[in-house]
């Protein structure tokens, strides 16, 4: 009996979590992906054993995509396949319908919201879901999203509290000391207009910002435009490009000499990334603009916020959080505290594997308690 995960791509943070996984399952597991396009993200062409390898995507219509090989995965009774949750993709759909007919079982793994999120899309997302025998959700707070919609069925329903492999960063990470910490900011992700950097960049320009220092780990192609504005605002000398790092030494070096977070748009995975360093979090309070991930978030715990899309408010954020030494050394005992009971790649297996074993067994001994079946 097979365990299928068919993903558009196998991007560098996955692979720890499928590792675990593999280790799980054994020798009858597998992830099929496409080679990626996500710059340095992207898989590098030494595959795992679990790995299988799928045609490129091509795009059908505008906005609908067909992954090509998909349908040439071999599936038999008693597997259980589990496809990643975007509706643009039809081969996806299309392989829910063959294992179905093939007498497997399905999983739709994917987000209940996310920052892109509309409500004609979400309304058509719920509804391919049901094409499904259970449903993966990225986080808790997404289960809870998904029952308040009162839904009919009796499919499996959890989440996974989608994370990072923390593994290394816990050997790496270094004691959080206000004293030793040279360094003031740390945005970490890709340069997207999704990240909004430019609006930060703004903030740090404000008098009540002099002097606050902003490292950048990440790439994209607003890169050389954003350096550009640094220039023009007058901050270059505050601002340190690091480029698109994987390696998780390098990125400790950075990460362990700065205080705080900050990330002025939607945010995702990058939240987890700065909470598994200790680091307290900076983020806008429009919750529905943000990634699943944000509900790692512990507004006045583990981080702060500031209005959504209010330079001044943003500013005032990060002043106040960079002056208070004791609220910065009790959020970071909170952040630590965040990733190391969920949103880890160790927890993402676990409860990964506890759904496949579920549905496989129609429900039977799904007893942990953040784990749901609709009635």
């Excluded at 901050?235 to 390696?247: F, L, S």
Aim: charged residues 20%; glycine residues 8%.
């Amino acid at each position: 009996m097979k365990t299928i995960i068919v993903q558009p791509t196998i991007p560098t943070y996955r692979v720890g979590f499928f590792s675990r996984l593999a280790a799980r399952f054994g020798p009858e597991f597998a992830v099929y992906g496409s080679i990626g396009d996500m710059g340095v993200l992207s898989q590098s062409p030494s595959s795992p054993t679990w790995e299988r390898r799928l045609g490129k995507s091509r795009q059908l219509l505008p906005g609908l995509l067909w992954q090509q090989g998909v349908l040439s995965i071999p599936i038999s009774r008693g597997d259980v396949v589990v496809v990643s949750g975007a509706p643009r993709y039809l081969s996806n759909i299309a392989l829910l319908l063959k294992a179905r007919l093939r007498g497997a079982k399905t999983i739709w793994w994917g987000h209940f919201w996310s920052s892109t999120s509309r409500a004609w899309r979400a309304s058509i997302r719920l509804i391919l879901m049901k094409l499904a025998d259970g449903i993966l959700f990225y986080t808790d707070k997404e289960v809870e999203g998904y029952f308040a919609t009162k839904p009919s069925g009796r499919q499996l329903v959890s989440a996974i509290n989608n994370g990072l492999e923390t593994e290394e960063i816990v050997r790496l990470r270094a004691p959080y000391a206000i004293s030793s910490r040279q360094r003031d900011l740390l945005f970490i992700g890709r340069i997207t207009p999704k990240a909004e950097l430019g609006f930060l960049l703004e903030a740090l320009a404000l008098s009540v910002c002099a002097n606050i220092q902003l490292d950048v780990i990440g790439s994209g192609d607003s890169e050389d435009q954003l350096r550009q504005r640094c220039i023009a605002l007058g901050i270059a000398n505050r601002v340190v490009w690091h480029g698109g790092i994987t390696e998780e030494k390098r990125i400790a070096d950075v990460a362990n000499s700065c205080k705080a977070f900050v990330y002025p748009g939607g945010v995702g995975l990058s939240l987890i990334h700065g909470l598994a360093y200790g680091l307290p979090a900076i983020v806008h309070d429009n919750w529905r603009e943000h990634m699943p991930e944000i509900a790692a978030l512990k507004n006045d715990e583990n981080g702060t916020t500031f209005r959504d899309r209010d330079v001044n408010s943003l500013g005032m954020a990060i002043a106040s959080l960079l002056t208070d030494a004791a609220r910065l050394d009790a959020m970071s005992t909170a952040s630590i505290d965040t990733t190391a009971q969920s949103f880890n790649a160790v927890d993402m297996s676990e409860r990964f594997y506890a759904m496949v074993e579920a549905v496989r067994n129609e429900g039977k001994h799904f007893t942990n308690s953040s784990h749901q079946v609709t009635s």
